[in-house]
């Protein structure tokens, strides 16, 4: 007797088992190096490739540059308006900042009111232009409902860099950007 064909298309079920196996390993690499609350990189991301790109520097290849995002007066926001307004505000500045990012720039949360973005290519003008232009795309739109702004410092990395004296230096120009009045771009000079 021939065999009756069903017409619902049928997976054998180790396909099905390797389909869900496939699916779950990008839900933990989504896990591992993505913020679950902004969708951006996470910190631990942000860190292999710094220290990746730092190392090819190292070797010869182009400078990068970093920057480091903070919003101002979030944890007004956050006793003001409560959690879920800080958290939709994260968001958004994750949103914004996603949208006028370069091609091949990665943006991370860093942790907090903390973004950080890795810009390949980029010397002391462009890097400073970059931040200018992520901070104004911020102030321009209320996010959540509000008027949001954020200060940006950055620094430019130089083949004697580690990671931890590469962000010290984009934090030490996000603090001259503090102190000088907020909502500014500050980026260190002459490194080298």
């Avoid at 200060?151 to 130089?158: F, L, Q, R």
């Amino acid at each position: 007797m021939p065999r009756k064909r069903c017409c619902w298309p049928c997976s054998p079920p180790h396909a099905q088992g390797a389909q869900r196996a496939t699916e779950r390993a990008a839900q933990l690499e989504r896990q591992a190096f993505f913020d679950a609350l902004t969708g951006v990189a996470n910190r631990w991301r942000a860190e292999a490739l710094l220290a990746s790109r730092l190392a090819d520097l190292r070797c010869g290849a182009p400078p990068f540059g970093v920057l480091v995002v903070d919003i101002d007066h979030f944890k007004g926001v956050n006793d003001r308006y409560g959690h879920g307004v800080g958290d939709a505000v994260l968001r958004e500045v994750a949103a914004q900042l996603s949208r006028h990012v370069r091609s091949g720039d990665t943006l991370a949360r860093w942790g907090g009111e903390e973004f950080v973005v890795l810009a390949p290519a980029a010397g002391e003008g462009e890097l400073a232009r970059l931040g200018e232009r992520l901070r104004q795309a911020v102030a321009a739109a209320p996010l959540a409902g509000h008027a949001v702004t954020v200060s940006v410092g950055g620094a430019c990395a130089t083949r004697k860099d580690v990671a931890a004296t590469l962000i010290a230096r984009a934090d030490r120009a996000l603090y001259r950007a503090k102190r000088a009045g907020r909502n500014r771009t500050v980026v260190e000079t002459g490194s080298e």
